[in-house]
């Protein structure tokens, strides 16, 4: 219950297209599905976050899509650019502790 | 990164060895948490902290143990380094008790031969 699906695990996307990477999960008591963007040889920094209450969040280019009836999110990348290549997590957890991870999806944008 | 230093930030050692990483902050916060990152596992958390001589086990924590006698500092250690814990080891804090978001460091690649 306590795991976390994500897919693709890789993408490559053209310079200004759309990026999407979906993740599932089990336990609907989670509250908070953050997700995080990892250069190579960097921790991994948070990116943009939802809570179950809201069924869209945006931040500039970056958008989270939440279904919580199918216990899908989705992070959709615009205008996607080269400087986004990078390896891309989502996660959950509850109350902010023992976050759950996504094996990752790692995203390659083509000049 | 949150005022998270990680040290050291690479390391080989050999099996059998103790090995002990550090996580140091310098914002007071109360939560810290360890995690080891591996290809096709994203990162899963081996132990956390939620103040000082408190902490607790988390999804991996077989064969590391960890401690935190002051705030803003958190040992990872591994009593004796087998192959199988050759990874990165990330640290992250959690601003506080409402917040939810993790912040993670720079990160400490071990590798054990």
């Known amino acids: 219950q306590q795991q976390v699906k994500q897919s693709p695990q890789s993408l490559i996307v053209q310079k200004g297209g759309i990026s999407i990477i979906n993740c599932a999960y089990e336990n609907t008591a989670f509250d908070y599905f953050p997700w995080y963007q990892q250069f190579p040889g960097k921790g991994p920094a948070l990116l943009i976050a939802i809570r179950p209450d809201v069924s869209e969040k945006k931040e500039g280019r970056f958008t989270i899509s939440f279904n919580k009836s199918a216990k899908q999110f989705s992070l959709h990348i615009m205008d996607s650019q080269p400087g986004d290549s990078a390896t891309y997590f989502c996660?959950?957890?509850?109350?902010?502790?023992?976050?759950?991870f996504g094996p990752g999806t790692r995203l390659s944008v083509l000049p | 990164d949150a005022g998270i230093t990680q040290s050291p930030r690479h390391k080989v050692t050999e099996t059998g060895t103790p090995v002990t990483l550090r996580c140091h902050q310098t914002?007071?916060?109360?939560?810290m948490y360890w995690y080891r990152q591996d290809p096709g596992h994203g990162l899963r958390l081996i132990h956390y902290s939620y103040g000082v001589k408190d902490t607790d086990k988390g999804e991996v924590s077989d064969g590391y143990s960890v401690s935190r006698s002051k705030t803003e500092d958190f040992l990872l250690t591994l009593e004796s380094a087998t192959s199988s814990q050759t990874s990165v080891y990330f640290c992250?804090?959690?601003?506080?008790?409402?917040?939810?978001?993790?912040?993670f460091g720079p990160g400490t690649r071990l590798t054990v031969t």
């Open positions: 914002e007071n916060h109360r939560y």
């Open positions: 992250a804090i959690r601003p506080g008790q409402g917040a939810r978001e993790q912040y």
């Open positions: 996660a959950a957890s509850l109350y902010g502790q023992n976050f759950v």
